[in-house]
């Protein structure tokens, strides 16, 4: 009898060191996801607050909008930073309703940015909290160049102060509004990408919007969810 339970158990520890095994030699970008909200729950960055005044009225910011591929060296402040990030997304009024309009009010939307040349902030991958106004730091080193290789090199990407991620998760729209819903969601995407524009214009900064880079690779250098894709990289610089 203790034989047989022995055995068992020497069976269960085996499995169990397989099992760990299997996981370990797994790539640390697919264990990522799993662990990620736990990982980052102590890396919140309270972001300064936007403010809501400008010397650029909105019918300027309509006229000066334009595509800026070329930025100089200089660091951008967390202010401005903050400033982009609310008018992305920021919230304006209860229950959570937010500078961008969205199909049923689901949002599905997140801002990711790739920062490398901001004052106060150290290089890395942040998430944007709307309802905190904050970051949650995901990764620590700077990946402008890598998010640039993989949209096929375009070089304003690592030339930019930061780089803004807009991903989606389609499944919160479809739920409500099935085969419609990824239209919805792209029809968003160009209503933040704009806000972003346009407060790039008030702040004196440059942007371009870009579609064209490869899914996977992003994901991979965001090591986003399973469920999120990348939408838009927006580079960031003064000009
Ligand atoms: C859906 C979409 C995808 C775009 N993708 C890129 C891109 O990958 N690279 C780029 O340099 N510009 C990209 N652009 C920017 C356009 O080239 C730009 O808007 C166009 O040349 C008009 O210039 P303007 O924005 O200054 O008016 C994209 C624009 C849109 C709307």
Redesign the pocket.
């Known amino acids: 009898m203790r034989s047989k339970s022995t055995k068992l158990s020497c069976f269960i520890l085996v499995l169990l060191l397989l099992v760990l095994g299997g996981l370990i030699v797994m790539k640390r970008e697919s264990l990522m996801p799993l662990f990620r909200h736990a990982i980052s729950s102590h890396n919140t960055i309270k972001l300064p607050p936007p403010v809501f005044k400008s010397n650029v009225s909105i019918e300027e910011a309509l006229k000066q909008?334009?595509?800026?591929?070329t930025y100089k060296n200089v660091a951008l402040t967390l202010q401005q930073v903050s400033q982009l990030l609310w008018a992305a997304q920021g919230i304006t009024a209860v229950p959570g309703l937010r500078t961008a309009p969205s199909a049923g009010g689901i949002y599905p939307l997140k801002i990711y940015v790739v920062s490398g040349n901001v004052g106060n902030l150290p290089a890395g991958v942040y998430r944007y909290l709307p309802d905190e106004q904050a970051l949650e730091m995901l990764s620590k080193s700077d990946k402008r160049q890598e998010l640039a290789l993989a949209?096929?090199e375009?070089h304003?990407i690592k030339e930019g102060a930061i780089d803004i991620v807009i991903t989606a998760t389609y499944k919160q729209t479809a739920a409500k509004y099935g085969s419609n819903g990824e239209q919805y969601v792209h029809m968003e995407a160009?209503h933040v990408?704009q806000n972003i524009?346009l407060q790039c214009v008030s702040l004196g900064l440059g942007t371009?919007?870009?579609?064209?880079?490869d899914d996977n690779n992003i994901r991979h250098v965001l090591i986003l969810p399973r469920d999120e894709d990348p939408l838009?990289i927006m580079p960031v610089g003064k000009i």
């Open positions: 909008r334009r595509s800026i591929r949209a096929h375009q304003d160009g990408a524009y371009v919007s870009i579609g064209s880079f838009y």
